[in-house]
């Protein structure tokens, strides 16, 4: 089956812009991560969705940063006034139902790159 | 959220078997050892996991120190595609997020 899809693969944008990232996860998962991973470092959490509603925004590392799965399904990722610090893959992944040791499955990323 | 250290690097042979180590020496008794691996350009996908036991699974097994302030992957015969980077995460029983240290970049020699 489809796994997690996530567009676009590649973004570059100007310092101070707006951009929006989206993520479609494994049909039928009710839990969805976003993480972010620097050039040479492990993936760090962002954001964690359950369902509709955002379980945990404990690494969301600013208010520019803001997440939303409005119909549990579809996750956007949206980044206001961007800096070059944003620039990083960014990663979503799904899981079926986030409890216990559930595997999360990953998204090919989004490589955002701000000039 | 307890800590893991692992080598930066490995590098090996194809066909070979690989053991990968992890150190947890603050490891608590409700976490559990979880192996992901990232291939070039991919998202990260999962190895396999465990709690007190060895583990073996199709693409690899999890040796688990008595102590459990350790573990190993074994990659039991390494192919080309196994070069990725190896990450050794521990997870508290219930836990949402993956916490992911540096890993280990593996190299497989043809």
């Known amino acids: 089956g489809a796994g997690v899809s996530q567009t676009p693969s590649n973004k570059v944008t100007e310092k101070g812009k707006y951009v929006e990232l989206r993520c479609d996860p494994i049909?039928?998962?009710?839990?969805l991560y976003w993480y972010r991973q620097s050039l040479g470092q492990g993936p760090e959490f962002l954001i964690y969705?359950?369902?509709?509603?955002?379980?945990?925004d404990s690494g969301l590392p600013n208010d520019r940063f803001f997440a939303v799965r409005p119909e549990g399904s579809v996750s956007t990722l949206k980044i206001q006034r961007t800096e070059r610090g944003d620039s990083a893959m960014y990663l979503c992944?799904?899981?079926?139902?986030?409890?216990?040791?559930?595997?999360?499955?990953f998204g090919p990323g989004t490589r955002l790159l701000v000039l | 959220d307890a800590k893991t250290t692992q080598p930066n690097s490995m590098e090996s042979n194809e066909e070979e078997p690989v053991h990968l180590p992890c150190n947890h020496s603050?490891?608590?008794?409700?976490?559990?050892i979880h192996w992901y691996r990232q291939l070039p350009s991919q998202g990260p996908e999962y190895v396999i996991h465990?709690?007190?036991s060895n583990v073996n699974n199709r693409m690899a097994s999890l040796a688990i120190a008595e102590d459990r302030k350790s573990s190993t992957l074994i990659l039991h015969r390494a192919t080309l595609r196994d070069a990725a980077v190896y990450y050794c995460?521990?997870?508290?029983?219930?836990?949402?997020?993956?916490?992911f240290g540096q890993g280990t970049r593996l190299t497989i020699n043809p």
């Open positions: 992944a799904s899981s079926l139902l986030g409890g216990g040791q559930e595997t999360q499955y």
């Open positions: 049909s039928g998962h009710t839990a």
């Open positions: 969705f359950q369902g509709t509603g955002a379980a945990d």
């Open positions: 603050t490891i608590s008794g409700t976490d559990y």
């Open positions: 465990g709690l007190t």
């Open positions: 995460i521990l997870r508290i029983q219930g836990a949402q997020k993956l916490v």
